[in-house]
C-alpha cells in the first residue's frame, strides 16, 4: 500500500524548492507543467507528466519517492480538454480521474512507496484556504484532502520557508498525531524521512 501526500501552497512558497536535498537517483519528478526546477541540481524528470505517464512508471516504481509538480495541472489541463464538453458528465470524468490516480497509489504500489503531490491552493468564500481546483463543480464530485492522510501547507514571509503541519481552522493542513512539530522546514526529504520512520517503513 503506497502512500500518497499532499503538499499546498500558493506559487512561490517553496513546494517545488522542498526538493532540493534530494540526490539525483533518490527521487522521481513528473513535472505536468514542464517547467524548470527552481535549483540547479539535475534531477530526473518526466516532462508533461499525464495519468497514462504517471501510472506507467508507478506500475513498476525504481525508487521509493515520487513527486508530482504541480499536480492541480492534471485537473486543470483535463479541463481545458473538455471545454467544449457539454453537461456536469465532464467534472464527473475529471474528478474520478484524479481520484483514481490516488486509489492506484494506495492499493496498486509497494508499502514504501511515497508520492508527493505539490498542488496550488485558492480562498474559498469563508477565508479557508483549500486545495485549488477547477470550480465548484468538481468540489461537489471531490474534497481533495479527504484522499490524503497527510496535508502540509508551505508558506514564506518572503525570507523563510516552512511547512505548516496542522490546521489553525482556516487551513486543511494534517498530520497523525506526533508526527511533525506544527511548523517544520520545507526540506522533502527530511519529511520523507519522518514519514518513514513514524510509520516504520
Known amino acids: 500500500m503506497g502512500i500518497p501526500v499532499l503538499i499546498l501552497g500558493e506559487s512561490g512558497s517553496g513546494k517545488s524548492t522542498s526538493m532540493r536535498n534530494f540526490e539525483v537517483d533518490e527521487v522521481g519528478i513528473f513535472n505536468v507543467a514542464s517547467k524548470p526546477l527552481p535549483f540547479r541540481k539535475k534531477i530526473p524528470k518526466v516532462d508533461n507528466a499525464?495519468?497514462?505517464?504517471?501510472?506507467?512508471?508507478?506500475?513498476?516504481?525504481?525508487?521509493?519517492?515520487?513527486?508530482?509538480?504541480d499536480s492541480q495541472y492534471l485537473l486543470a489541463f483535463a479541463m481545458f480538454d473538455k471545454a467544449k464538453d457539454t453537461g456536469y458528465g465532464k467534472f464527473t470524468d475529471i474528478a474520478l480521474d484524479f481520484k483514481n490516480l490516488i486509489t492506484y497509489?494506495?492499493?496498486?504500489?509497494?508499502?514504501?512507496?511515497?508520492?508527493?503531490?505539490?498542488?496550488?491552493?485558492?480562498?474559498?468564500?469563508?477565508?479557508?484556504?483549500?486545495?485549488?481546483?477547477?470550480?465548484?463543480?468538481?468540489?461537489?464530485?471531490?474534497?481533495?484532502?479527504?484522499?490524503?492522510?497527510?496535508v502540509l501547507l508551505a508558506q514564506t514571509d518572503g525570507t523563510s520557508y516552512k511547512f505548516v503541519t496542522q490546521s489553525d481552522g482556516y487551513t486543511t493542513a494534517k498530520s497523525p498525531l506526533e508526527m511533525f512539530e506544527k511548523e517544520i522546514d520545507n526540506d522533502l526529504k527530511k519529511v520523507d524521512s519522518i514519514i518513514r520512520e513514524y510509520w516504520e517503513m
Open 105 to 150: 497509489i494506495i492499493t496498486q504500489t509497494p508499502h514504501d512507496v511515497i508520492v508527493y503531490f505539490l498542488h496550488h491552493v485558492e480562498q474559498t468564500e469563508t477565508g479557508r484556504i483549500k486545495a485549488k481546483t477547477v470550480g465548484k463543480m468538481l468540489d461537489n464530485h471531490l474534497t481533495v484532502e479527504g484522499l490524503f492522510s497527510i
Open 50 to 69: 499525464s495519468y497514462s505517464k504517471i501510472m506507467k512508471v508507478l506500475s513498476e516504481p525504481k525508487l521509493k519517492k515520487y513527486v508530482i509538480d
